[in-house]
């Protein structure tokens, strides 16, 4: 079965230390995106990347920071600079960068919480 | 940003179509309207993409006037699975998706 997976589902982590959030995806996409979600509110975009090795920031990047080592990989990490990082994480990816019509595929996220 | 207003919420019954509009003044020529569909702790589907007039696909209709400041999401016969979160998106460029805070669809029996 081809689809983007996060792991874990849920997570829990002490105000202060740095966590970092899993986001693979086997469907062959170069371009994979962060988003975070909070209660009520809509999607808003942290970091993405067109290809690998390259990132750019998003709406709201503070406090976050990604590697993209690996087509397959897009890994996100919460610093301790993030100062509401408790909220529902989305990965997502899409096909190709220059195509007009680029679908998003969403995972099915990760719900940070931090006390 | 690319901005687009939609309602807030709405209520339906089971059976009905339900018509949700979405207003996106600032379009620009080359900008495409997206709907995505969000179940709660879920990531969002892509529900239906169109540029202008009507687009229609197995789930729902996607009407777009001339002049693209809008569009109408059209739901046949709506169940009570379709209970959800609904985004309008106006797609520019390359760049990621920008949403907004969609509208809650609710269907009762």
């Known amino acids: 079965d081809g689809g983007i997976t996060q792991s874990p589902k849920y997570l829990f982590r002490k105000e202060g230390q740095n966590v970092t959030l899993s986001c693979e995806q086997n469907l062959n996409h170069d371009a994979m995106y962060w988003y975070r979600q909070d209660p009520g509110q809509g999607l808003r975009l942290i970091y993405y990347s067109q290809i690998v090795n390259d990132f750019q920031k998003g709406d709201i990047a503070e406090g976050y920071s990604v590697s993209r080592e690996k087509k397959e990989s897009f890994p996100l990490t919460v610093t301790s600079a993030q100062k509401n990082p408790t909220a529902f994480y989305l990965c997502?990816?899409?096909?190709?960068?220059?195509?007009?019509?680029?679908?998003?595929?969403f995972g099915p996220g990760t719900r940070l919480t931090v006390t | 940003l690319a901005k687009t207003t939609q309602p807030i919420s709405m209520d339906s019954y089971e059976g009905q179509e339900v018509n949700i509009t979405c207003s996106h003044n600032n379009i620009a020529t080359n900008d495409y309207i997206t709907w995505y569909q969000q179940f709660p702790s879920q990531g969002p589907r892509f529900i239906i993409q169109?540029?202008?007039t009507k687009v229609t696909n197995e789930v729902a209709s996607l009407f777009i006037p001339a002049d693209r400041k809008s569009s109408t999401l059209s739901l046949p016969r709506v169940s009570l699975s379709d209970t959800a979160v609904y985004y309008c998106?106006?797609?520019?460029?390359?760049?990621?998706?920008?949403f907004g805070s969609g509208t809650r669809l609710q269907v009762q029996p």
């Open positions: 997502a990816s899409s096909k190709a960068r220059d195509r007009e019509f680029d679908e998003q595929y």
């Open positions: 169109g540029y202008k």
């Open positions: 998106l106006q797609r520019t460029g390359r760049r990621a998706l920008t």
